[in-house]
Protein backbone atom coordinates (compact mmCIF):
# COMPACT_ATOMS: atom_id res chain seq x y z
CA UNK A 1 0.00 0.00 0.00
CA UNK A 2 1.81 3.24 -1.19
CA UNK A 3 0.58 6.45 0.50
CA UNK A 4 -0.46 9.50 -1.54
CA UNK A 5 1.47 12.27 -0.59
CA UNK A 6 1.72 15.65 -3.12
CA UNK A 7 5.30 15.31 -4.32
CA UNK A 8 7.87 18.30 -3.77
CA UNK A 9 10.48 19.57 -6.57
CA UNK A 10 13.24 17.57 -4.47
CA UNK A 11 11.18 14.27 -4.65
CA UNK A 12 10.63 14.73 -8.04
CA UNK A 13 14.21 15.51 -8.72
CA UNK A 14 14.94 12.70 -6.78
CA UNK A 15 12.62 10.39 -8.86
CA UNK A 16 14.09 11.43 -11.85
CA UNK A 17 17.67 11.03 -10.47
CA UNK A 18 16.93 7.35 -9.58
CA UNK A 19 15.15 6.74 -13.08
CA UNK A 20 18.80 7.92 -14.93
CA UNK A 21 20.44 5.67 -12.87
CA UNK A 22 18.67 2.49 -14.05
CA UNK A 23 18.67 4.02 -17.86
CA UNK A 24 22.61 4.48 -16.88
CA UNK A 25 22.88 1.01 -15.50
CA UNK A 26 20.91 -0.54 -18.80
CA UNK A 27 23.13 1.20 -21.06
CA UNK A 28 26.34 0.40 -19.42
CA UNK A 29 24.68 -3.23 -19.56
CA UNK A 30 24.29 -2.48 -23.13
CA UNK A 31 27.65 -1.22 -23.91
CA UNK A 32 29.70 -3.78 -21.64
CA UNK A 33 32.65 -1.79 -20.25
CA UNK A 34 36.42 -2.91 -20.87
CA UNK A 35 36.48 -3.80 -17.57
CA UNK A 36 33.59 -6.37 -18.12
CA UNK A 37 34.56 -7.51 -21.09
CA UNK A 38 37.76 -8.55 -19.46
CA UNK A 39 36.17 -10.66 -16.84
CA UNK A 40 34.46 -12.33 -19.25
CA UNK A 41 37.55 -12.90 -21.48
CA UNK A 42 39.24 -14.33 -17.90
CA UNK A 43 36.38 -16.54 -16.67
CA UNK A 44 35.90 -17.52 -20.21
CA UNK A 45 39.70 -19.16 -20.32
CA UNK A 46 39.31 -20.29 -16.79
CA UNK A 47 36.37 -22.53 -18.06
CA UNK A 48 38.15 -23.58 -21.02
CA UNK A 49 41.06 -24.58 -19.17
CA UNK A 50 38.83 -26.22 -16.81
CA UNK A 51 36.38 -27.81 -19.01
CA UNK A 52 33.54 -26.12 -17.69
CA UNK A 53 29.92 -27.87 -19.01
CA UNK A 54 28.21 -25.98 -21.71
CA UNK A 55 25.22 -25.64 -18.99
CA UNK A 56 27.11 -24.02 -16.86
CA UNK A 57 28.25 -21.30 -18.92
CA UNK A 58 24.87 -20.84 -19.53
CA UNK A 59 23.80 -20.54 -16.27
CA UNK A 60 26.26 -17.55 -15.21
CA UNK A 61 25.48 -16.39 -18.87
CA UNK A 62 21.61 -15.77 -17.61
CA UNK A 63 22.73 -14.96 -13.91
CA UNK A 64 24.77 -11.83 -15.32
CA UNK A 65 21.80 -10.87 -17.93
CA UNK A 66 19.22 -10.45 -15.03
CA UNK A 67 21.99 -9.14 -12.45
CA UNK A 68 20.18 -5.86 -13.06
CA UNK A 69 16.78 -7.02 -12.85
CA UNK A 70 17.49 -9.00 -9.66
CA UNK A 71 19.45 -6.00 -7.94
CA UNK A 72 16.40 -3.97 -8.46
CA UNK A 73 14.07 -6.48 -6.87
CA UNK A 74 16.43 -7.07 -4.08
CA UNK A 75 16.35 -2.88 -3.24
CA UNK A 76 12.30 -3.09 -4.00
CA UNK A 77 11.99 -5.64 -0.89
CA UNK A 78 14.42 -4.00 1.69
CA UNK A 79 12.30 -0.42 0.94
CA UNK A 80 8.94 -2.98 1.24
CA UNK A 81 10.76 -4.54 4.59
CA UNK A 82 11.52 -1.10 5.84
CA UNK A 83 8.26 0.29 4.99
CA UNK A 84 6.15 -2.26 6.63
CA UNK A 85 8.88 -1.89 9.74
CA UNK A 86 8.41 2.00 10.26
CA UNK A 87 4.73 1.14 9.89
CA UNK A 88 4.84 -1.33 12.39
CA UNK A 89 6.84 1.17 14.43
CA UNK A 90 4.14 3.63 14.11
CA UNK A 91 1.51 1.28 14.99
CA UNK A 92 3.00 0.14 18.53
CA UNK A 93 4.25 3.55 19.49
CA UNK A 94 0.62 4.57 19.04
CA UNK A 95 -0.64 2.11 21.14
CA UNK A 96 2.06 2.89 23.89
CA UNK A 97 0.58 6.84 24.01
CA UNK A 98 -2.29 5.77 24.23
CA UNK A 99 -1.78 3.57 26.86
CA UNK A 100 0.34 5.87 28.93
CA UNK A 101 -1.90 8.61 28.34
CA UNK A 102 -5.35 6.07 29.06
CA UNK A 103 -3.61 5.28 32.77
CA UNK A 104 -2.34 9.04 33.55
CA UNK A 105 -5.84 9.77 32.93
CA UNK A 106 -5.04 12.50 30.01
CA UNK A 107 -6.13 13.27 26.91
CA UNK A 108 -4.30 12.77 24.19
CA UNK A 109 -1.90 15.88 23.24
CA UNK A 110 -4.58 17.50 21.03
CA UNK A 111 -1.66 18.87 18.84
CA UNK A 112 -1.65 15.08 17.77
CA UNK A 113 -4.72 13.54 16.83
CA UNK A 114 -4.95 11.49 13.95
CA UNK A 115 -6.43 14.23 11.55
CA UNK A 116 -3.69 16.65 12.42
CA UNK A 117 -1.26 14.76 12.69
CA UNK A 118 -2.14 13.78 8.92
CA UNK A 119 -1.92 17.34 7.62
CA UNK A 120 1.30 17.99 9.66
CA UNK A 121 3.26 14.47 8.70
CA UNK A 122 3.44 13.87 5.09
CA UNK A 123 5.75 11.06 5.04
CA UNK A 124 5.80 7.80 7.50
CA UNK A 125 9.08 8.71 8.81
CA UNK A 126 7.60 12.30 9.90
CA UNK A 127 4.60 10.47 11.63
CA UNK A 128 7.20 8.22 13.23
CA UNK A 129 9.41 11.55 14.78
CA UNK A 130 5.73 12.91 15.70
CA UNK A 131 5.06 9.46 17.45
CA UNK A 132 7.96 9.21 19.03
CA UNK A 133 8.35 12.55 19.96
CA UNK A 134 4.73 12.36 22.00
CA UNK A 135 5.86 8.75 23.29
CA UNK A 136 9.09 10.69 25.14
CA UNK A 137 7.09 13.40 26.39
CA UNK A 138 4.29 10.96 27.94
CA UNK A 139 7.06 8.60 29.29
CA UNK A 140 8.81 10.42 31.86
CA UNK A 141 5.44 11.08 33.93
CA UNK A 142 4.23 7.75 33.65
CA UNK A 143 7.20 5.91 34.91
CA UNK A 144 7.48 8.35 37.66
CA UNK A 145 3.51 7.62 38.26
CA UNK A 146 4.45 3.85 37.74
CA UNK A 147 7.10 3.99 40.75
CA UNK A 148 4.65 6.17 42.87
CA UNK A 149 1.91 2.86 42.73
CA UNK A 150 4.55 0.66 43.03
CA UNK A 151 5.56 2.45 46.57
CA UNK A 152 2.14 2.71 47.35
CA UNK A 153 1.75 -1.02 46.89
CA UNK A 154 4.73 -1.54 49.06
CA UNK A 155 3.83 0.50 51.93
CA UNK A 156 0.30 -1.41 51.98
CA UNK A 157 2.04 -4.88 52.46
CA UNK A 158 4.32 -3.09 54.85
CA UNK A 159 1.85 -1.98 56.90
CA UNK A 160 -0.91 -5.26 56.36
CA UNK A 161 2.08 -7.49 57.67
CA UNK A 162 2.09 -5.39 61.12
Same mark, same amino acid.
Given at each position: ????? $????????????? &??????? @??????? @??? /?????????????? !?????????????? !?? /????????????? &??????????? !???????????????????????? =?? %???? !?? =????? $?? @??????????????? =?? %??????? &??????????
Amino acid at each position: MRATT $KLTPSHLLRSAQE &VLALQSA @TTAQQLV @TAK /SSEFLNQMQAHWTA !IGVTLEDRKKVRSE !IE /SCVDDKCKEVLGD &VERMEAETREE !IARLESESAMMEGALNLNPNPNLK =KS %KLAK !IA =KTMLE $KL @TLEQARSSSVLPRYN =KA %KEKKRKI &VEDVKTLMER
